[in-house]
């Protein structure tokens, strides 16, 4: 709030500098988060929105609220490994889909969720299987999303943490970019008296409101950019089809971004910007 909100100071410097790693959306997934945006909007006027460049899904959290300093140091012993950590998702092996956008959410943040994919639709792109020993697939049994983005976090964490040391703020097991944060005033804000940091207090009824419409919206995405199944003409088989903007592969448009600085809300500079797919 201090940086963007009713409580702004435009003397105050974000002590958090953090260093991390960054798959940004492709163009559709902008797209489609710009539509989910306006939505939000109708229902909360004053909600933050997350800039559409500012963008990211934070793939792996190195660590968070250091100085200057701290990170810089920590950059310059990663700088020997940042090529290798930043193209890993572009190699053939390492290919991973999210599909199923879901707006997840709680008091504080607005996020798109997604889930690996799972041999839905394959594209020509994501049909490498890895055949390390760590996966349960074989080169005899290729499956197409064998690899999956649970397994990217898993490797990129090894190779890190073969540099320098991982501490992050916690583990985020899902899949997800965040793109509206509450300042003033928060739906979810249970006081009964208006609260200078909160803003002013909602009601029950405010709060069903709100939760009814973040649902409508996760109706219209699962009818809507879910993989869809349909029978061809003149045909009893029936294919499956993931409509623009249901789909992510990862590095496919950006490569990972290897990025330090006050992050919190997209900013900060970019170490190294591997290749993409």
Request: aromatic share 8%.
């Amino acid at each position: 709030m201090k940086l963007d909100g009713h409580q702004l100071d435009p003397e105050y410097i974000d002590p958090r500098n953090c260093l991390v790693f960054w798959a940004r959306p492709t163009q559709k997934i902008k797209d489609l988060i710009a539509i989910i945006q306006q939505k939000l909007k109708t229902a909360a006027p004053d909600l933050w929105l997350m800039p559409l460049p500012n963008l990211h899904m934070t793939v792996l959290e190195v660590t968070h609220s250091r100085t200057v300093t701290e990170i810089d140091d920590l950059v310059a012993k990663l700088l020997a490994s940042a090529k290798q950590i930043a193209d890993y998702p572009s190699t053939p092996n390492h290919h991973t889909r999210l599909i199923k956008p879901m707006l997840s959410y709680d008091t504080a943040a607005l996020a798109l969720s997604f889930v690996p994919a799972a041999s839905e639709a394959p594209t020509p792109t994501s049909t490498s299987t890895s055949t390390s020993s760590s996966d349960t697939c074989t080169a005899q049994t290729p499956s197409p999303d064998s690899y999956t983005y649970h397994h990217l976090r898993r490797d990129l964490h090894t190779l890190t943490n073969s540099t320098i040391p991982i501490s992050p703020r916690y583990t985020v097991p899902s899949a997800h970019l965040t793109i509206a944060r509450f300042n003033s005033p928060n739906p979810f804000t249970s006081t009964t008296s208006t609260n200078p940091t909160t803003g002013p207090a909602s009601t029950k009824s405010t709060r069903e409101t709100w939760i009814k419409h973040l649902e409508s919206i996760n109706t219209w995405l699962e009818t809507t950019y879910w993989p869809q199944s349909s029978s061809p003409p003149s045909s009893s088989m029936k294919t499956t089809s993931i409509p623009a903007g249901g789909e992510w592969l990862l590095s496919s448009e950006t490569g990972l971004d290897i990025r330090k600085g006050t992050l919190w809300y997209g900013g900060g500079e970019t170490v190294y910007l591997g290749r993409s797919i």
